[in-house]
């Protein structure tokens, strides 16, 4: 019973150490790759379960990809991110002006959180893809 939880004490570790190595915000999929190779006894259910724990537990976050895949984040401080249709990396940005502060005082609204994923090409791929520039 003691081994039980050791175990499961290790699969969040290094489930939260693939998180934070990662730049590229991974998907539970990704995550259950890069850890296999140390914990190969681990399920895809239980990298799952665990990025699901411990995203409500506010350690890392959980961003949910309109469409897509959920990726999960080791930066809990306030940002935003944009998703490049072509190579799929997810882009940590800041925007220039808080964007509750755009929200209409007479609304009311009272806001708690909010999600802003925005979508398109990111620079790396706008530079490598040729007619990017209109020659075509
Ligand atoms: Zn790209
Ligand atoms: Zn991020």
């Not at 190969?40 to 990809?65: M, W």
Request: hydrophobic residues 40%.
């Amino acid at each position: 019973m003691m081994k039980t939880g050791m175990v499961k004490t290790k699969q969040r570790e290094l489930i939260i150490a693939a998180v934070q190595g990662s730049r590229t915000h991974p998907t539970a999929d990704e995550v259950f790759q890069s850890i296999r190779a140390q914990l190969p006894t681990i399920s895809l259910a239980t990298v799952y379960r665990n990025l699901g724990i411990l995203s409500e537990q506010g350690v890392i976050r959980k961003i949910e990809i309109p469409d897509g895949r959920d990726r999960f984040d080791c930066c809990l401080a306030d940002h935003d991110h944009f998703l490049c249709r072509s190579c799929g990396r997810l882009w940590d940005f800041q925007l220039a002006h808080p964007l509750v502060e755009l929200i209409p005082p007479e609304t009311g609204f009272q806001v708690q959180d909010y999600a802003l994923v925005v979508r398109g090409t990111c620079r790396e791929c706008a530079a490598a893809s040729p007619g990017a520039e209109g020659s075509s």
